[in-house]
């Protein structure tokens, strides 16, 4: 229990909104030292700077205890690091995540969230903490924490297959009009699996991450997304590493859905 508590304490530390509240914590703090030394400063030459200090720092601990709450629960900054979602969205795109219409996340929870607006969609362009199967053994050691942006494909029981680049859900073609391809090479895969079932472990505990890009990328499965879990890609399918080889997102690692483009100037838009 306390080795499970201690893990979720860890890799909350890793995050932008624990770092903030913990330099709250340390400004709140500060600022009562000081308050406490005014109190014996009255009347004294120094007394008038120390309090302008003092008013300073407090100004600054509530606002970043303001944004920390902020980002916990409702808005986060992200920017686009590849271009696996091209041309959807491009590198060195700024734009603001929507983190509470998939539920408020429960502090300390291991990803638990309540009241959520709705659940995440098909077609939903979702930011989450990459799966530690997307990692490399060198990153895993270091405790190297990633967030990715791709898009929802599938939901818990569907079932998915990837014929010829095109994606089929249930057995019906996904009419995606934003994906791109940069390759029009189409390879055919490889199955070194006895059976449907050993193909399914084998892409649930991501092992097609150690596979070459000509094995999965054009063709793969069918599989089905286990409940709680959602099947990602990029919308720029031949330069994106996704849900076809590091296997299928855990929903305690959404974070949240992209909301709008704040920057540049010139491509500021509401995401769809």
Same mark, same amino acid.
């Given at each position: 229990m306390l080795n499970k508590l201690w893990q979720v304490i860890s890799e909350s530390m890793y995050t932008m909104e624990f770092k903030l509240f913990v330099a709250g914590i340390a400004l709140y703090f500060l600022a009562r030292l000081l308050h406490r030394w005014l109190a014996k400063s009255q009347g004294k030459p120094w007394g008038k700077l120390y309090k302008e200090v003092y008013e300073w720092i407090e100004t600054g601990w509530s606002a970043v205890l303001l944004a920390s709450f902020l980002m916990y629960f409702f808005v986060q900054a992200f920017a686009i690091p590849s271009g696996s979602m091209r041309v959807t &969205?491009? +590198?060195g795109d700024h734009l603001f995540v929507n983190? !509470? $219409?998939?539920?408020?996340?429960?502090?300390?929870?291991?990803?638990?969230?309540?009241?959520?607006?709705?659940?995440?969609?098909?077609?939903?362009?979702i930011i989450f903490q990459c799966p530690p199967e997307a990692l490399t &053994?060198? +990153?895993r050691e270091?405790?190297?924490?990633?967030? !990715? $942006?791709?898009r929802c494909v599938a939901v818990g029981g569907d079932v998915v297959q990837i014929k010829n680049k095109k994606v089929i859900v249930n057995g019906e073609e996904l009419k995606e009009s934003y994906v791109s391809f940069v390759d029009d090479a189409v390879y055919q895969g490889v199955n070194i699996y006895r059976s449907s079932e050993e193909y399914q472990r084998a892409w649930e505990s991501g092992k097609f991450a150690n596979f070459t890009p000509d094995m999965v990328r054009d063709n793969l499965g069918p599989v089905v997304v286990p409940p709680g879990y959602y099947f990602a890609m990029g919308d720029n399918r031949d330069r994106s590493f996704d849900s076809r080889f590091w296997g299928p997102v855990p929903d305690k690692l959404m974070?949240?859905?992209?909301?709008?483009?704040?920057?540049?100037?010139?491509?500021?838009?509401v995401i769809k």
């Open positions: &969205l491009l +590198e983190k !509470f $219409i998939y539920g408020f996340h429960i502090p300390f929870s291991g990803g638990k969230r309540f009241w959520p607006a709705r659940e995440v969609k098909r077609g939903d362009i &053994l060198e +990153e270091r405790g190297v924490r990633k967030d !990715f $942006i791709k974070k949240g859905r992209a909301l709008v483009i704040y920057w540049p100037l010139s491509r500021i838009r």
